[in-house]
Nanobody, 115 residues
Framework: QVQVVESGGGLVQPGGSLRLSCAPSGSIISIYIMGWYRQVPGKQRELVADITSSGSTNYADSVKGRFTISRDNDKKTMYLQMKSMKPEDTAVYYC?????????WGQGTQVTVSS
């Protein structure tokens, strides 16, 4: 059984930085796309950024230039470096991993941007 483990959320002041990490636990052979999504109450979950196994990245317009997604394929770990954070970045952030035809989601980690 594969579980997705997220870490790094918390409270940060506007303009501050946080780094999120995500990795699968359990047996997983190959990982194709890893991505971060976020959701606020009453709204749909939205893509923040994702990255393929070859390193191609995709960002939501709202985070371009501020967030950087990366991954370490040997460690099967993905990172999201968030800088110049804004109150509107406040959300629960979810990690999504695809492997073959399967997808796995983490439980989510709360990120709050507030003074």
């Amino acid at each position: 059984q594969v579980q997705v483990v997220e870490s790094g959320g918390g409270l940060v002041q506007p303009g501050g930085s946080l780094r999120l990490s995500c990795a699968p636990s359990g047996s997983i052979i190959s990982i194709y796309i890893m991505g971060w999504y976020r959701q606020v109450p009453g709204k749909q979950r939205e893509l923040v950024a994702d990255i393929t196994s070859s390193g191609s990245t995709n960002y939501a317009d709202s985070v371009k230039g501020r967030f950087t997604i990366s991954r370490d394929n040997d460690k099967k770990t993905m990172y999201l470096q968030m800088k110049s954070m804004k109150p509107e970045d406040t959300a629960v952030y979810y990690c999504r991993i695809t492997s073959g035809l399967k997808e796995f989601w983490g439980q989510g980690t709360q990120v709050t941007v507030s003074s």
